[in-house]
């Protein structure tokens, strides 16, 4: 059994249906800079996000930061990108 869970996981793996996607973004002000926050999900209950956080000097760059990262993460749904520029 241990063979076959193995290659069941191999097989997710390659298609890419069990690893990381791209869950929310969000893109701030602070300081002068913009803010990109990207929440990665293994998709496992219970576990957490992984942040990635950069900095750019347009919120243009932020959002290219963001789409570039949904396309490293895919995600089968769409993903809100949240711009809080108060």
């Given at each position: 059994m241990n063979q076959i869970d193995r290659?069941?996981?191999?097989?997710?793996?390659?298609?890419g249906l069990s690893g990381k996607h791209l869950?929310?973004?969000r893109i701030e002000y602070v300081?002068?800079?913009w803010v990109s926050f990207?929440?990665?999900w293994d998709g496992v209950e219970g576990h957490a996000p992984?942040?990635?956080q950069a900095y750019h000097t347009t919120m243009d760059?932020?959002?290219?930061?963001i789409h570039d990262l949904a396309t490293q993460y895919p995600n089968s749904r769409d993903v809100t990108i949240l711009i809080d520029d108060i």
């Open positions: 290659l069941i996981i191999e097989a997710k793996r390659i298609s869950e929310l973004a300081s002068g800079e990207a929440h990665i992984t942040i990635e760059a932020a959002i290219d930061c």
